[in-house]
C-alpha cells in the first residue's frame, strides 16, 4: 500500500526531475555517511576526505560555490533512504556522495532513478550495486579489483595452495569469486573456502582447520575494524610458526587501524588501491592536510574514496560549465582520468566504475610506526565480475 507521504514525496521528486537545471550560486552535495554507530569510522574518514579536497583546491567549482549538506544514516539502510529523499527535495542537493555499505547504496538506487541526481560512491563495493541505477558512479572500488592480482602474485610467489576465509555477505562472496576464479586460472588448488558470520566472528575454530589442512597461506577478507581481532587468532594460533602465509586484501591492515594492530600485522602481505605510505607529491600533500585537520589522524583508503569523490564532482561541473542537470554531470564522468593520492585512476565509461591500480603491500616499521609499503604494482585494474 502506498503510504500519504511517500506519495507526496515521489510526486516531489518527479516534479523536481522535470525542473530544468538553471544556473545557480551554489551548487549541494548531499553527504550520507555512518557519523554514529558501528560504521562511524568509515565516515569520519570519508568526511575527513572531502573536506581535506576542499581546503586543497578550494570551495568554487565553474564559478559556483560547492556547499556540503552533512547527514548522518546511522548505518541503516531506511534512514539512508529517506535522507537521500529529504536532501533533493527539501534541500535541493545537486549531487548525492557517501554511502558506507552495500545495503545503503542499494537503497537510495529508487530515489537517484526518480530524480535523476547523481550519486558517487565513497565506499560500497559490490559489483551489482552498479547495475541498479544509471546515476551511480563509484570512486571506492568494486571488491574484485585487488583479490585478482593478490591471486596472481601468490602463485607467482610459490604459493599454490591456499585456503580463503571471508565474512559471509555481499563484498565477502565478490572477494571470494574474485581471488578463487584468477588462483584457479593461474594453477593454484583452493584447499577449502570458509564463511565467517558478518556479526561477532570467532575465528579460532576456522583457523584450527586451516592449520590442519596445511596450506601454503591462508587468503582473508575481513571488514575494516575486525583484522586485529582476526590477526590475533591468527598469532595465537601459531599459524605462522607452521608455515602458513597470510595474504589478504588491505581492509584487514586498515591504515586508520594499524598501529593498533601491532606487532601481529608486521609482514603481512596485503593488495589494495590506497596505502598512506604511497610515495607520491599528491598523496604527501593529502595525508599532510588529513593530519593537520583531524588531530593527526591517518588517513585510509575510505578517506580516499571521498576526497577522489570530490575531484569528480568539482571536474563535471567544470566539464559542463556549471549546469548541474544530473545526466549531463553523469555523461561528464564517464571516462574522466586524474591523478589521486592513490595514483593513476579513470572511470570506466562502460560501468561509471574505477579503474585503479592495485598494490602488493607488506607490513612494514617505519619510523616508528606500522605501514603497509608497497612493492609490485598491477596497473589499469577493472572489476573482474563486470563485462565491459
Request: a negative charge; aromatic letters at 8%.
Amino acid at each position: 500500500m502506498i503510504t500519504r507521504r511517500l506519495f507526496i514525496a515521489g510526486t516531489a521528486l518527479s516534479l523536481l526531475a522535470a525542473t530544468p537545471a538553471f544556473a545557480q550560486d551554489v551548487v549541494k552535495i548531499g553527504l550520507v555517511l555512518p557519523m554514529t554507530g558501528p560504521f562511524a569510522s568509515t565516515g569520519r574518514q570519508v568526511e575527513a576526505g572531502v573536506r581535506a579536497y576542499m581546503a586543497l583546491h578550494g570551495e568554487e567549482a565553474a564559478g559556483k560555490k560547492v556547499e556540503i549538506v552533512l547527514r548522518d544514516d546511522a548505518g541503516t539502510a531506511d534512514q539512508t533512504r529517506r535522507i537521500a529523499q529529504e536532501l533533493v527535495v527539501n534541500d535541493g542537493v545537486s549531487m548525492l556522495m557517501g554511502f558506507g555499505l552495500t545495503p545503503l547504496a542499494m537503497a537510495v538506487a529508487p530515489v537517484l532513478n526518480q530524480a535523476k541526481v547523481p550519486a558517487l560512491i565513497t565506499s560500497a563495493t559490490t559489483s551489482s550495486i552498479m547495475q541498479q541505477s544509471d546515476y551511480f558512479v563509484r570512486t571506492s572500488m568494486a571488491g574484485p579489483q585487488s583479490p585478482v592480482p593478490m591471486a596472481t602474485w601468490a602463485v607467482e610467489n610459490g604459493l599454490k595452495r591456499v585456503v580463503t576465509l571471508v565474512s559471509d555477505y555481499g563484498p565477502g562472496h565478490d572477494i571470494e569469486k574474485g581471488f578463487t576464479d584468477q588462483f584457479k586460472k593461474e594453477g593454484g588448488e583452493i584447499v577449502e573456502a570458509v564463511r565467517v558470520p558478518l556479526q561477532n566472528p570467532d575465528f579460532a575454530p576456522f583457523l584450527q582447520r586451516v592449520r590442519d589442512a596445511k596450506p601454503d597461506a591462508i587468503f582473508v577478507f575481513v571488514p575494516s575494524g575486525v583484522g586485529s581481532l582476526f590477526m590475533k587468532q591468527f598469532a595465537d594460533r601459531g599459524l605462522a610458526e607452521a608455515g602458513i602465509k597470510l595474504i589478504a586484501t588491505g581492509d584487514v591492515t586498515d591504515d586508520d587501524l594499524l598501529n593498533g594492530i601491532g606487532e601481529p600485522a608486521l609482514g603481512v602481505i596485503t593488495g589494495h588501491f590506497y596505502s598512506a605510505a604511497h610515495d607520491s607529491p599528491e598523496n604527501k600533500a593529502y595525508v599532510e592536510e588529513v593530519r593537520k585537520a583531524n588531530n593527526n589522524m591517518r588517513p585510509n583508503f575510505m578517506s580516499v574514496g571521498g576526497y577522489d569523490a570530490m575531484h569528480l564532482a568539482y571536474a563535471a561541473l567544470e566539464k559542463t560549465g556549471g549546469d548541474t542537470d544530473g545526466g549531463k554531470l553523469v555523461e561528464a564522468m564517464k571516462g574522466m582520468e586524474w591523478t589521486s593520492p592513490r595514483g593513476p585512476i579513470s572511470i570506466d565509461p562502460a560501468t561509471r566504475d574505477i579503474v585503479q591500480d592495485i598494490y602488493i603491500r607488506e607490513v612494514k616499521q617505519v619510523d616508528g610506526e606500522l605501514y603497509n609499503v608497497e612493492f609490485a604494482t598491477y596497473e589499469k585494474i577493472r572489476d573482474p565480475n563486470v563485462a565491459n
